[in-house]
C-alpha cells in the first residue's frame, strides 16, 4: 500500500485489490476522533451542519439511509475512529462480494452503539440497477437483521475442504456472521496442499469453531470424522466455495421447530452465483426445490438436493455417509446418504432460500459432470 497526504487529504493506493485489508492497514493511522464515509459517486448534501456530526457515549456509529427502488439498505456514514481502529473490516476473500464490506462490518457492531439519521445527507447519482445487481442489494439488506437468541433446535454446520484457499474463508464467515449463533461449526481440512488451512486456522478464536485436519481421503470420510463430535440436534453441510445468508439459521432453525418427528432431512431452494475472472460473482438465478418422496424422484433430481440440513440422529444411525466403491468414495456422498436415509425416513422440502452455490471451474461437482451417467449405472448393478 502506498499513500500520499496533501494537507488533510490522504491519496491510498489500494492493497491487493482489497479494501478491507487496504481499510486495516491505514485506519491506524489516523488521528481524527471521526471518520467519513463515501462510496463511488455519492456526495454531501449542501444541507447538512456541521454541528450535527457529532456523537455522544454510547453512539459509535452513525448511519443514513440509501435507496434502491424500493430497497432501503442503512449504511455507516459518521465513525468513531476508535472504534473502527479496534473492529476490523472482513477481507476480499472473506465476503462474497465487494459490496458487502460495510453492511458486513455493522452487523458486528452493537446495536445500542448505533444511530440512526433522518435526514438525507448523503446523495448520490440515479442508477438503474439490475436484476442481478438487486439481488446483491437484498442480501445486504439481510445483514440488518436484529441478532435473534433461539436456544432450541440447535444446530451446527459441517464443513470439509480440499483445496478452496480462495473461497473457504467466505465460507467460514457467513457461518460467525449469522444473526442466529450457530451452535457449533466444525471444519476439516482434507489434506489441502495449498493455503487454505492456515486460512481456516485464523478462526479458531471463535468459540464455536472447532477444526481438525487430516491426510486427504475425499469428502465422505472426511465429513465422518466430524460427525462424532456434532452435539447439536440438526447438523447442516456447507461446501467450503459456498457461503450462507446472513439470517440462514434463524430461517433455518424457524423451520425445524414444526419439523414432523419422521422427516431426516430439511431442504429448500439454492441461490446461484457464477465466479468471475474479476473475483466478484454474477447472480445466475434461484434453482427452486421440489418433493422429493422416492429413489426415483432422488436420482432425477435435476441439481444437488440442498441445502441439507440432517436430523443429527438419524445421520448416525445410518452410520454417516456411506464410503462406496465407485470412484473410492470420492464422489456423490450427498446423494448416496440421501439414498439411504430415504429408506428409513422422510424428506421436507419448504420454500426457502438462505445457501448460495458458487459456479466455478475448479470445483469438484464441475469437473467430475461426466461421471453422473457412470454413477447411476453403478447403482442399478
Known sequence: MNDNVIGNTWSIVMSNNDLGETLNQTLHK??????????????????????TLALSHPKFVMTDSRYFRNLVLHQPFFVKTTLLQKTKFFTKSQLPFQKALLPSWLSTINHKHVCSIDQEWVKQPQKNSSVRELEKLHFLKKYESYTIATASPTVSVILSNFNMESYVEAAIASCILQNTPVDQLLMID??????????????????????FQKENQGKARALNDLLPHVESDFVMELDADDWLDPNALS???????????????????????????????????????????????????RFPLGPR???????????GFPVISFENGWLYEDVSV????????????????????????????????SKWNDFLKYLKR
Open 30 to 51: 489516523i488521528e481524527s476522533n471521526y471518520v467519513m464515509f463515501l462510496q463511488d459517486q455519492e456526495y454531501l448534501s449542501s444541507n447538512i451542519e456541521p454541528s
Open 190 to 211: 482434507d489434506g489441502s496442499n495449498d493455503h487454505s488451512y492456515h486460512q481456516m486456522e485464523k478462526w479458531q478464536e471463535h468459540e464455536q469453531v472447532t477444526l
Open 251 to 301: 430461517t433455518i432453525k424457524e423451520k425445524l421447530r414444526q419439523l414432523p418427528k419422521d422427516v431426516s432431512v430439511l431442504y429448500g431452494n439454492l441461490r446461484k452465483w457464477k465466479q468471475m475472472s474479476s473475483g466478484d460473482v454474477m447472480f445466475k438465478g434461484i434453482a427452486k426445490g421440489k418433493a422429493v418422496k422416492t429413489e426415483n424422484e432422488l436420482l432425477s433430481y
Open 309 to 319: 440440513i440432517y436430523r443429527t440422529c438419524s445421520l448416525k444411525q445410518a452410520g
Open 338 to 369: 440421501l439414498m439411504q436415509l430415504l429408506k428409513r425416513s422422510s424428506f421436507s422440502y419448504q420454500d426457502f432460500t438462505v445457501y448460495n452455490v458458487r459456479e466455478h471451474n475448479a470445483s469438484i461437482s464441475k469437473q467430475n459432470l
